[in-house]
T-cell receptor
Framework: QKEVEQDPGPLSVPEGAIVSLNCTYSNSAFQYFMWYRQYSRKGPELLMYTYSSGNKEDGRFTAQVDKSSKYISLFIRDSQPSDSATYLCAMSNTGGFKTIFGAGTRLFVKA | DVKVTQSSRYLVKRTGEKVFLECVQDMDHENMFWYRQDPGLGLRLIYFSYDVKMKEKGDIPEGYSVSREKKERFSLILESASTNQTSMYLC??????????????FGPGTRLLVL
């Protein structure tokens, strides 16, 4: 079993839709949960992170962590064509040496 | 702004060649990482370094070695390239020493094709 499972998609939605991206994981030691966004032909960039369980909101983006279910989500409201990218979930314990990345979900937002 | 640069965007090499991939970061970061990214497999850690001349194996170190002689520079070496090393290689750095969440800053990647 992989430590992190993420549906690779692709996921195609119309502009303005609410997008839900998800990952499950198996290691209960993870404390930090991150979402990276990767545009085509670029390296990933950190979008947002959450410590332990709970929600975090940043503009149109909301990250949710449910440690009891080992399930994390990223919601994108009012999606825009510029949101078209691959979204990778990632998680680590303290110290940050060992960050585990999901395979990434490719998102297309159609104008 | 943190900048991580990689020496090449695209490389084509022959089987058996020795390949050097170089990465430079300009933010005085302690930690540097080499990943490979393959469709469906995500990012897999090859090696990382938490200090000059220090290195640790990641999940898939076989067939690779690394060198960190200066803090800002981390090199990945493929001693004898094979076709199964055709991949996208991503370098990253992070501040280090925080004991908490560490954002990794990635370079643009090197797409390596081994024929």
């Amino acid at each position: 079993q992989k430590e992190v499972e993420q549906d690779p998609g692709p996921l195609s939605v119309p502009e303005g839709a609410i997008v839900s991206l998800n990952c499950t994981y198996s290691n209960s030691a993870f404390q930090y949960f991150m979402w990276y966004r990767q545009y085509s032909r670029k390296g990933p960039e950190l979008l947002m992170y959450t410590y332990s369980s709970g929600n975090k909101e940043d503009g149109r983006f909301t990250a949710q962590v449910d440690k009891s279910s080992k399930y994390i989500s990223l919601f994108i409201r009012d999606s825009q064509p510029s949101d078209s990218a691959t979204y990778l979930c990632a998680m680590s314990n303290t110290g940050g040496f060992k960050t585990i990345f999901g395979a990434g979900t490719r998102l297309f937002v159609k104008a | 702004d943190v900048k991580v640069t990689q020496s090449s965007r695209y490389l084509v090499k022959r089987t058996g060649e020795k390949v050097f991939l170089e990465c430079v970061q300009d933010m005085d970061h302690e930690n540097m990482f080499w990943y490979r990214q393959d469709p469906g497999l995500g990012l897999r850690l090859i090696y990382f370094s938490y200090d000059v001349k220090m290195k640790e194996k990641g999940d898939i170190p076989e067939g690779y070695s690394v060198s960190r002689e200066k803090k800002e520079r981390f090199s990945l070496i493929l001693e004898s390239a094979s076709t199964n090393q055709t991949s996208m290689y991503l370098c990253a750095s992070s501040r280090g020493g925080t004991g908490g969440q560490e954002t990794q800053y990635f370079g643009p990647g090197t797409r390596l094709l081994v024929l």
